[in-house]
């Protein structure tokens, strides 16, 4: 299932039927994940991007390091920045495992309109933090850093490969990295998760959140009216808990 418009419905209509969905990562938007976790389907996301040589090597690597707590990733692609910027967030999610408390993302262009960079800064629950740099640009060429309290995880590389390097207790280990066509191991990895039922509605539900935190952030969303606090000064016994002499308190409201 390419995402396109009315596909929520379209996708809705396929599960009624009991048919299984696989979807591509690269062109999602959250109404259609929801949908998908609201009827039950069998689906499975298959994002293209995750697959390339160093982006690969980096999540196999980082899968034993706990607690990480820096997120660097810089993807160019022929493709829109914004959508390589949505894969991006789906991925750093993906890496960290911990809940996102903050989203902020912002577009560059040549023209007024034009966008051909998205950057995006994601803050964790424990304190962690991912910056996502997404290029609009011919060719393709990666940069991820991954890196905890004791161990750092650098991959570079294009759709042909690249380096991955590991640096812990301070010794480096640098292997090189050679692109094989994936597409095969994607499609096998997917279908073993649909024949296990598909992705779990939880995480469809927080993935479709997270992708429109960003768009939120992306499109300029206005912030909730910030509210100045006003404190009330009750005298003792104004309030019904307070005591009735020498006591003040100071309410929030």
Avoid: K
């Amino acid at each position: 299932l390419m995402d396109m418009t009315e596909a929520a419905a379209e996708a809705a209509m396929l599960a009624q039927r009991g048919a299984a969905v696989l979807v591509t990562g690269d062109a999602l938007e959250p109404e259609t994940l929801e949908m998908l976790a609201r009827t039950g389907a069998a689906v499975s996301i298959v994002r293209p991007l995750w697959w390339l040589a160093p982006v690969a090597a980096a999540i196999q690597a980082a899968r034993p390091v706990s607690r990480l707590r820096h997120v660097t990733l810089t993807v160019g692609e022929d493709r829109p920045a914004r959508a390589i910027a949505e894969d991006l967030v789906a991925l750093a999610a993906c890496i960290s495992s911990e809940p996102v408390e903050s989203i902020t993302a912002t577009a560059y262009g040549p023209e007024h309109g034009e966008t051909g960079s998205v950057v995006t800064e994601l803050r964790f629950a424990r304190g962690g933090a991912a910056l996502l740099v997404a290029h609009s640009v011919l060719g393709v060429h990666i940069e991820a850093e991954l890196s905890s309290f004791t161990t750092t995880i650098e991959a570079e590389g294009d759709s042909t490969g690249g380096t991955l390097t590991v640096t812990a207790a301070g010794r480096s280990t640098t292997t090189m990295l050679a692109e094989h066509d994936r597409t095969a191991l994607a499609l096998d990895d997917a279908m073993d998760e649909l024949a296990r039922g598909g992705t779990e509605p939880e995480r469809l539900f927080e993935e479709a959140a997270l992708l429109r935190a960003f768009g939120n952030a992306l499109d300029g969303a206005l912030s909730p009216e910030i509210r100045l606090p006003r404190w009330d000064v009750l005298v003792g016994g104004g309030h019904q808990s307070a005591p009735r002499r020498d006591h003040l308190h100071l309410i929030n409201r």
